[in-house]
């Protein structure tokens, strides 16, 4: 069975340049996250989809970042522009949550992002 | 969310037994204690989960207090590969809530 699948795993960009990360969750995860993770730091959580819908996008700093999760599969993060501070590692990660299950994360390699 | 609390970092040789400590003294009723792990240049990996009962698994097990204010968890005989952060989460028992990393232990593992 295939992971969730990332891309592109690195990308180096000069300050206000857009970006743009892609990411295909398992098949038949209804819950879809991205994290971003700063270097020595834990993940932090972005946004975190239910199917199509946001239900949680508290830190996601939305004057520059936008997602979307179209048709309740993949996946798009764009930062729009980007700033020295935005160089990081983005994670996607999914989970099929039911009534009867805590819903494992399963997360992608991650894309490492650079901002010259 | 309720805090957790790790050593940053801890130190064991290869085919040793390991025990990663965590407190989480204001845990709730309904918080499941969570550790995930993460390998170098890599996504988060779940490990194993537990509510009261201490729990096995193929990767770990996880020994849980019985006030469950702390848990360690236990790798039987570390292994090169294990090398990595661990991470103790909790996590409301309802599965939609999110999972919040805080920084984890660094475990690093000597030949």
């Known amino acids: 069975e295939a992971g969730v699948v990332q891309s592109p795993r690195y990308k180096i960009i000069e300050k206000k340049q857009p970006v743009a990360f892609w990411c295909n969750p398992i098949s038949g995860h209804n819950t879809l996250y991205w994290y971003r993770q700063n270097l020595g730091q834990g993940p932090e959580l972005l946004i975190r989809?239910?199917?199509?819908?946001?239900?949680?996008d508290s830190q996601l700093p939305k004057d520059r970042f936008s997602a979307e999760r179209l048709k309740g599969v993949d996946s798009t993060l764009k930062i729009q522009p980007a700033e020295l501070g935005d160089s990081a590692v983005y994670l996607c990660?999914?989970?099929?949550?039911?009534?009867?299950?805590?819903?494992?994360?399963?997360f992608g390699e991650g894309s490492r992002l650079t901002v010259l | 969310d309720a805090k957790t609390t790790q050593p940053n970092s801890m130190e064991s040789n290869e085919e040793e037994p390991v025990h990663l400590p965590c407190n989480h003294s204001t845990i709730s009723g309904t918080d499941y204690i969570h550790w995930y792990r993460q390998l170098p240049s890599q996504g988060p990996e779940y490990v194993i989960h537990g509510l009261t009962s201490n729990v096995n698994n193929r990767m770990a097990s996880l020994a849980i207090a019985e006030d469950r204010k702390s848990s360690t968890l236990i790798l039987h005989r570390a292994t090169l590969r294990d090398a990595a952060v661990y991470y103790c989460?909790?996590?409301?028992?309802?599965?939609?809530?999110?999972?919040?990393f805080g920084k984890g232990t660094m475990l690093l593992v000597s030949p």
């Open positions: 989460i909790l996590r409301d028992v309802a599965g939609y809530s999110t999972l919040t």
């Open positions: 989809y239910e199917n199509e819908e946001a239900v949680d």
């Open positions: 990660a999914s989970s099929l949550v039911t009534g009867s299950n805590t819903g494992e994360l399963f």
